[in-house]
């Protein structure tokens, strides 16, 4: 069955979290295009927390971002999950399902996010679980490029079996900036070279975020700290690959006051600013 693209998102955006919702009232969030949550905290809640999320839902644009799918699992897709994910994108006008490239459960959820083998079976694997989501949700969904430590397999490197996922899958590509950082940290590669290799027509949105430095060659992707200047440096280095495309500031830990994330979002939005132009100059 044919799948539908709802409404792109555009601009900047800010990962919403509870403790958030006491500042937002007095915040000014002119630079918020958008806001993404995790749509496991948010599905089933009720009382003041709920109506306080309806009222953002009503104003505002929402994208979400999934952590319990499990596209690379060993076990058969909950669809009922993935059914009550498409209500709840339908009660709320939610404009984009994204996923992790990752596995998180096996016969009970790991509360991680686990990397997946590098083999062609798994591209099979992944790509048609991908498509069974999408074919249930009648609409296409983006997954999202992970940070690992250790590979389980490489018959293929990160980025032929990404790309040949996309390519199976007909999906399209969540990019997180600082995962590709991270991970050509950790296992020594050209984060430029990577980005650039990535299919740009597939990239409906960016993730940005901050890490921690556990060693020299050792970087953890936290979302506890700031971003720092070089995964910026790259940020607009992708712009020029991908164009301005939406992009999202993502803080799950240590979280400081909300003025302090909002001049984040406000320099992502300078950046693409600054993209939009750059991008315009570079021949097609």
């Known amino acids: 069955m044919s799948t539908s693209t709802f409404q792109a998102l555009q601009g900047s955006g800010l ?16 630079d918020v295009d958008f806001f993404e949550i995790a749509p496991e905290n948010w599905m089933q809640m009720g009382g003041r927390l709920g109506r306080q999320f309806r009222e953002l839902t009503e104003r ?7 952590l319990s799918l499990s596209l690379g699992g060993p076990e058969a897709l909950d669809m009922d999950f ?14 984009l399902y994204s996923e992790h490239l990752s596995s998180c459960s096996d016969h009970a959820h790991l509360y991680d996010l686990m990397p997946i083998p590098f083999t062609e079976e798994a591209v099979h694997h ?3 679980r991908i498509r069974q989501v999408q074919d249930r949700l009648q609409r296409r969904i983006a997954i999202e490029n992970v940070s690992y430590y250790t590979p389980l397999a490489t018959d293929l490197s990160e980025i032929e079996f990404i790309n040949a996922v996309l390519e199976e899958a007909d999906c399209d590509l969540l990019l997180d900036v600082n995962n590709i950082y991270v991970n050509s940290i950790n296992h020594r590669y050209d ?5 650039r290799a990535l299919p740009a027509e597939r990239v409906v949105c960016l993730h940005m975020a901050g890490h921690y430095q556990e060693a020299e060659d ?3 992707d936290t979302h ?3 971003i720092i ?23 799950d830990f240590n979280l400081p006051p909300l003025n302090e994330l909002l001049q984040e979002v406000r320099q992502i939005r300078h950046c693409q600013q600054q993209g939009a132009c750059q991008h315009e100059r570079i021949p097609a």
């Open 191 to 195: 984060a430029e070279a990577f980005m």
């Open 82 to 95: 993935v059914d009550n994910i498409g209500k709840f994108m339908q009660q709320h006008d939610i404009k």
């Open 15 to 30: 990962g919403l979290r509870r403790p958030m919702l006491k500042e937002l009232p007095e915040a000014d969030i002119g």
């Open 224 to 226: 506890g700290a700031p």
């Open 60 to 66: 505002h644009t929402f994208s979400a971002h999934g």
């Open 126 to 128: 992944v790509a048609r």
């Open 229 to 251: 200047d070089p995964v910026w440096s790259l940020l607009a280095k992708t712009y020029a690959h991908t164009g301005p495309v939406a992009t999202l500031l993502e803080r």
């Open 218 to 220: 050792l970087l953890i």
